[in-house]
């Protein structure tokens, strides 16, 4: 793609929660509410707030094996529309709950595998520019405080639940098979600054994602 790129969540994520979902990434977006329950977030449409006027294709991309995965496509267009659409992932991009969260997660059934888009990224552009779509949180870009949402898409291959009991993370989290909108809410941060999440099930209203573009041509 033309230069060595951090994947967004290394780039925007506090240390304890990159390190909590895998080096996944995490200006923001309203997204419309109301979604039914067990929606299939497949496909969708948000605006985003943080729109750079350039639009473009990008490739949906999870990072659970070697090379990136493919997983769906998504198209920005000239008003600042993110409409993405999803297939069904290849086996290589779905791992266990353990490998993906680490500690402190159970999976009911245990064998459930999952993924999830780590970004949406324009491979047709010039070596020298990055334009991709990112997630964010409630309170802006790399804004990590009490009460901050983010949201992912995550993708399970059955219907299942997700427990969370560790030191930093809690909650209860119903998967339906297909892809599903992964809710986190930080409830508090220590005093060694490390964030305590809460997962649940999330909606539309939870992807609060971000436009990046940036030109890395000599000026």
């Known amino acids: 793609m033309g230069h060595t790129r951090i994947s967004a969540f290394d780039r925007t994520l506090s ?48 990072y659970l094996s070697s090379d990136p995965d493919r997983v769906g496509s998504g198209v920005l267009t000239e008003d600042g529309q993110f409409s993405w659409n999803l297939i069904t992932p290849p086996e290589m991009a779905l791992v266990n709950a353990a490998h993906f969260f680490g500690e402190g997660v159970t999976a009911v059934p245990a064998d459930v595998q999952i993924t999830m888009v780590h970004e949406f990224y324009d491979e047709s552009t010039e070596d020298h520019i990055e334009h991709a779509v990112f997630y964010g949180t409630s309170s802006g870009l790399d804004v990590y405080e009490q009460g901050t949402r983010s949201g992912v898409l995550m993708y399970a291959d059955k219907n299942a639940t997700l427990g969370f009991a560790g030191d930093y993370e809690k909650g209860t989290v119903p998967l339906s098979k297909g892809w599903n909108v992964l809710a986190m809410e930080m409830v508090g941060i220590d005093v060694d600054g490390f964030g305590h999440v809460r997962y649940t099930a999330g909606t539309s209203a939870d992807l609060y994602f971000y436009h990046h573009y940036r030109d890395w041509a000599p000026q």
Not at 38 to 60: K, L
């Open 15 to 62: 240390p304890r929660f990159a390190v909590l979902l895998v080096g996944v990434s995490l200006l923001f977006a309203g997204c419309s509410t109301g979604d039914p329950p067990g929606r299939d977030y497949s496909s969708g449409t948000v605006q985003i707030q943080g729109f750079r006027v350039r639009t473009g294709e990008f490739a949906a991309l999870a």
